[in-house]
């Protein structure tokens, strides 16, 4: 396994179900003896990401393995916001961080939690560090349920903390007035990036309204890990920046939550990050990718 220069980053996309390829991604890696200084995540993103920071990954893994028991989407259509499910599961999800005391002292490296302000359209980086000395834009289980907040799936988040106004907030990954930033993790000498679409996958024509939709989910994924990633890679000082996905494309839609999709997706991240590790210099990325011509 290549030593990696640190301080070490580590980026997650969002994806919905499809999270559960990033959760055995992730397993791999910490098998494998990396541990990351500074981590960053949107939706699907962000929930891994805290469960790395609180090293609670057992956690996750159990999750993944039966979505079946946990019923992440539960029908609660709401008129305004326009939403199709409750949020009920997401903070379930995040019950560890319901302490915000607990979870300052558990929090082992740097978090940032991306979600979007609306209707302002900005992002909202939400930065998180080990025991607060440098700083807590909590509360933290907000913020992770608003990263999740897909509009018009789940109802928006509002969020009022230290001494600022209420906001309202949505997933981070919907696209913003101005690109997504990993600013964040400008400091690291390397950067690992996990994302769950493959590159070729982008702007696939579908004729079922449902599998255009679920296009369009892993389109912007896509776009913003790209978006985030250049952000990186265009400074003077570019750390260097590895991106890897699943090996074949996880051909079931991000709002499918059964196990029976979720636990195999789970064990490909697995087989997936194993085998970065043993070639991941053939990850590596030299230059900005540039933004697909998608919406």
Not at 89 to 107: C, F, G, Y
Not at 269 to 288: K, M, T, V
Request: net charge positive; glycine share 10%; proline share 7%.
């Amino acid at each position: 396994m290549r030593d990696f220069e640190r301080p070490l980053g580590l980026a997650l996309a969002g994806g919905g179900a499809h999270g559960a390829w990033q959760a055995g991604a992730l397993r791999s890696l910490s098998a494998a003896g990396l541990s990351f200084d500074q981590v960053i995540g949107f939706s699907a993103g962000a929930l891994t990401g805290v469960a790395y920071a609180l090293d609670i990954e057992d956690e996750l893994t159990a999750r993944w393995s039966d979505t079946d028991g946990q019923r992440p989407l539960r029908f609660a259509p709401r008129l305004s916001p326009a939403s199709l499910f409750s949020g009920e599961s997401i903070w379930e999800a995040v019950r560890k961080t319901h302490d915000e005391a607990e979870a300052r002292r558990r929090l082992r490296c740097e978090l940032t939690v991306v979600s979007l302000r609306v209707p302002q359209r900005e992002y909202d980086y939400a930065r998180f560090t080990p025991s607060g000395a440098g700083g807590w834009d909590g509360p933290l289980a907000a913020k992770l349920v608003a990263s999740c907040a897909i509009p018009g799936i789940f109802p928006p988040v509002t969020v009022a903390a230290n001494g600022t106004p209420a906001q309202r907030l949505v997933d981070g990954g919907v696209p913003g007035r101005e690109p997504l930033r990993f600013d964040a993790l400008a400091g690291c000498r390397t950067v690992i990036a996990l994302q769950m679409t493959r590159p070729e996958e982008v702007g696939r024509f579908h004729w079922w309204p449902w599998r255009r939709i679920d296009q369009m989910g892993r389109d912007v994924c896509h776009r913003q890990m790209v978006s985030g990633l250049d952000s990186l890679l265009s400074r003077a000082d570019a750390p260097a920046v590895y991106r890897f996905y699943p090996s074949r494309t996880l051909e079931f839609s991000q709002l499918s939550f059964r196990t029976s999709r979720c636990a195999p997706a789970m064990e490909q991240g697995a087989r997936d990050g194993r085998a970065f590790l043993e070639a991941s210099e053939g990850f590596r990325i030299a230059s900005p990718l540039g933004l697909p011509a998608v919406a």
